[in-house]
C-alpha cells in the first residue's frame, strides 16, 4: 500500500537520524537505514525536539496515559476508534436512567492532543516505527470482533509506542450471542439497552398481548455472574420497582430478572461470606441466580428471545439478553502476535489469556527466533510498550480490571516524562496497589473488600459512591454525577423513549 507523503517524509526523516546513532540497522525504501531503536530518534516533524509517543486506545490505560504525559515533554497522539472515554464502573447506572450518558464519557479531545486520529490500528511495522490506522467514519465500534465498515487507510509514526487497545467481549461460541445479545462495554450499549427495556415494557402494555408473552417479554436475562451483571441486575430492579411501576403497576406480576452464570457462584473475586450476602439479597428481591448453568443458543422468534440453556428442560423466552461474562483479545494483538518481527523474533504471549507479555517495566517482550527449547527466556522490544486488559506482566498476572490499567497508565507516564522508560534494572518496577472491589446489589446496598477489609449494605453503599465520584476524570462529571444522582433522588429516572 503506497504511503501519504506526510509519512513518507518522515520515514526518511527517520532514516537519516539512525544512520548517526547506534543500534541495531535495519534498511527502508529507497536503500536509506534506520535504527530499530535502541536510541530514540527525537521527532521534528512538527519543527520540536519533543517524542511522538504514540497510544493505541482510549479506554482506562490509554486515556490516563495520555493525560499523565507532559504535553512539554512529548507530542502526545492517540489513535482510538471511539473519540470519548469511558467510565465503564458507572456504565450500568446510565443505561437505566440514574445516571445520563454524558456524564460517564470524557471526550478525548478535550485532552489537548497534539493529534487525535479517529480509527482502527490494523498493523504496526516495527522496523520502520509507523502504524497503519484505518479510519473510523461512524459512530459504531465493534466489541466481539464482528467485522464493520472502515474508512481510509494511512500511516502514524512513532518515537515511543504504547499498546493499550484492551479487549472485546468473549461470546465463545455461543450461536446467537452477537446477532440478538447486548453487550455493556460502552456507551452506545448502554443507550440500546435502555432503549430496549422501556420498549419491552410499552409491548407488553399492548392490550392485545396475551400473558403468556408478556412474561416471554419481561423476562430479562443477565448471562454472566461477575460484577458487571450483577451491578446491572441490581440497576434494572430499581429502574423496574422504583419507577416502571408507578407507570405499569399491572405489568409487575409479569416481570423476572435472571442472573446466569457456569462457575458454581457468583462473583468469584468476593470472599464466599459477601458472595452469599449479595445471593441472599437478589433473592429476597426477586432477582434470580442460576449458577451452573450453560447458554448453547439464542434465537429470535417475533419480539422474543428463545434461549436454550443446557440446564433447562425448555427454551427460555427473554424480552432483552445482556452479555457480560468473558474476555478476548482484540484482533490487532492477536495479528502481532502470530507473526515474527524480522531480526528479532516473536513478540510473546501470555499462555493463559493470550495477551501481549511485557516485562516488570511495561516492555513488550520478545522471544528469539534461536532461542532453541528455552521458551522462558525473553528480551525487550525497543521503544514499544504495552498496558490494559491486552497486557500481562511476566510471572505478575493481574486482573483485567480499570485500577489496574490505570496505575499501568500513571506508572508509564511518569517514566516517559522522566525520560526513564527504556531503563531496566536500575529503576523501580509497576506495582499494583490493590484498592478493593466493589459491587453495587440495588436499594442502596453495595459489598466491598479488601486487603484491609470488608463492608456490606449501606455502609459500602456510600463508599461505592464516593470512591466512583472521587475517580472520575474531569470537574465537570465530578459535579454532573451527584447532580444526576440526587434528580433521580427526586424525581425519579427518564423513562422517555428517543
Known amino acids: ?57 482510549s479506554g482506562w490505560a490509554g486515556y490516563a496515559l495520555a493525560r499523565t504525559l507532559s504535553r512539554k515533554k512529548s507530542s502526545r497522539i492517540l489513535i482510538s476508534p471511539r473519540s470519548h472515554f469511558v467510565f465503564t464502573p458507572l456504565l450500568a447506572s446510565s443505561a437505566v ?31 520502520r516505527k509507523v502504524v497503519l490506522v484505518e479510519a473510523n467514519t461512524q459512530d459504531e465500534v ?4 464482528a467485522e464493520i465498515a472502515k474508512g481510509s487507510k494511512f500511516e502514524v509514526p512513532y518515537d515511543k509506542l504504547v499498546v493499550a487497545v484492551g479487549c472485546y467481549s468473549q461470546t465463545f461460541g455461543v450461536q446467537g450471542v452477537k446477532e440478538h445479545a447486548n453487550f455493556l462495554r460502552d456507551i452506545g450499549d448502554a443507550r440500546a439497552v435502555r432503549l430496549k427495556v422501556l420498549q419491552a415494557f410499552e409491548k407488553a402494555a399492548i392490550p392485545t398481548m396475551s400473558d403468556a408473552d408478556r412474561k416471554k417479554l419481561l423476562h430479562f436475562a443477565v448471562v454472566g455472574g461477575g460484577p458487571t451483571g450483577i451491578e446491572f441486575a441490581a440497576e434494572l430492579h430499581d429502574l423496574i420497582h422504583e419507577d416502571l411501576f408507578k407507570m405499569y403497576p399491572k405489568l409487575m406480576e409479569h416481570v ?29 428481591k426477586g432477582i434470580r441466580v442460576k449458577t451452573e448453568h450453560h447458554l448453547q443458543r439464542i434465537r429470535r422468534e417475533g419480539d422474543f428471545l428463545m434461549l436454550s440453556i443446557k440446564e433447562e428442560p425448555e427454551e427460555v423466552g427473554a424480552g432483552v439478553v445482556v452479555w457480560s461474562t468473558g474476555l478476548m483479545q482484540n484482533p490487532l494483538v492477536g495479528s502481532l502476535l502470530g507473526r515474527d518481527i524480522e531480526g528479532v523474533g516473536r513478540i ?37 510498550f504495552a498496558i490494559g486488559d491486552c497486557a500481562v506482566i511476566q510471572g505478575n498476572a493481574l486482573p483485567a480490571t480499570a485500577q489496574v490499567a490505570s496505575q499501568q497508565a500513571v506508572y508509564l507516564g511518569k517514566r516517559l516524562n522522566s525520560g526513564t522508560a527504556t531503563e531496566g534494572g536500575t529503576t523501580a518496577p509497576f506495582k499494583f496497589r490493590n484498592w478493593g472491589t466493589m459491587a453495587y446489589l440495588g436499594g442502596w446496598r453495595a459489598i466491598h473488600q479488601s486487603e484491609a477489609d470488608e463492608l456490606k449494605g449501606r455502609a459500602a453503599w456510600i463508599l461505592w459512591r464516593t470512591a466512583y465520584l472521587t475517580k472520575s476524570m474531569s470537574i465537570r462529571n465530578k459535579l454532573l454525577i451527584p447532580v444526576y444522582w440526587l434528580v433521580t433522588w427526586m424525581f425519579g429516572r427518564d423513562i422517555s423513549r428517543f
Open 348 to 384: 510473546a504471549q501470555d499462555a493463559k489469556s493470550g495477551g501481549i507479555m511485557t516485562d516488570s517495566h511495561l516492555r513488550v517482550q520478545v522471544r528469539s527466533p534461536d532461542g532453541g527449547g528455552d521458551n522462558t527466556t525473553t528480551t525487550t522490544l525497543p521503544d514499544v
Open 142 to 145: 465493534a466489541r466481539t470482533g
Open 97 to 127: 436512567g440514574t445516571l445520563e450518558f454524558r456524564a460517564v464519557i470524557e471526550p478525548t479531545r478535550r485532552l489537548g492532543l497534539d493529534k487525535f486520529h479517529q480509527a482502527w490500528a490494523s498493523d504496526i511495522d516495527f522496523k
Open 256 to 284: 423476572a430478572i435472571t442472573v446466569y452464570d457456569i462457575a458454581p457462584k457468583v462473583l468469584p473475586m468476593f470472599d464466599q461470606s459477601l458472595a452469599t450476602y449479595a445471593t441472599d439479597m437478589f433473592h429476597r
Open 1 to 57: 500500500m503506497a504511503m501519504t507523503p506526510i509519512a513518507h517524509s518522515e520515514t526518511r526523516l527517520l532514516g537519516r537520524i539512525g544512520q548517526t546513532s547506534g543500534g541495531m540497522i535495519l534498511k527502508l525504501r529507497g536503500g536509506h537505514s534506520s535504527r530499530f531503536a535502541s536510541t530514540v530518534a527525537k521527532s521534528s516533524f512538527n519543527g520540536t525536539e519533543k517524542e511522538r509517543v504514540v497510544i493505541l486506545g
